[in-house]
């Protein structure tokens, strides 16, 4: 009973930051990582029979491009410094300036068609300047991300999140786990999506024990 209150609690705050407050679809994915990801920290560290008592942290939702950035640089060593052109489109991500940083992006992949961050860079931008649509250019950018040694763990991970909202976290698990079954075992960034995959099944678990279904995304348009 304790999970279907917490989920119910969850969905009422999705819903009343789109409907109510009117959150832009820009912000629809970060706000539904950000949910997700604080119901798979419950089911963690939770323990809904023992009272209440003060929180001492209180969790930080993820939003806008300084965090879009610096969560797709996880991806990628810290040693491997992005092209010049991505770094300077990272500068206008930052702003919200998602279409001159697309500009940038492309200027990058003409210099080298095979970078893998700047197509996963892209594939963002490209979907923030939709308001948060997986449309079929953002979509291209991931896939061909997906084709890279570098970055195609990074294009499986944002793009999932990029579907979380509409699809439902099943769909989103099941391409992650895809996607690092296919990666090499060195591939850049595989212990991020490892670390992020855990924190999805954590939460699948907890629901299925408590006998829920796990919750699927709102229907875009609704």
Known sequence: MTWLLVILLAGAAFACAVLLLRLPRAGWTLLGAALLFGLAGYALQGSPSLPAAPARLQPRMVTGGEELVAARREFFPATALPARHVVTADAFARQGRWRDAAGFLSNALGDN?????????????????????????????FARAGQTPDGALAAAYFSGLGRLAEEGPLVVRAQWADALERAPADAPGRAILVQRLERLDLLLAAMAAQGEAPVQGPVAGQ
């Open 113 to 141: 068609p095979r970078d893998g961050e700047a197509w996963t860079a892209l594939g963002i931008a490209l979907a923030q300047v939709a308001e948060g649509r997986m449309t079929p250019a953002a979509q291209l950018a």
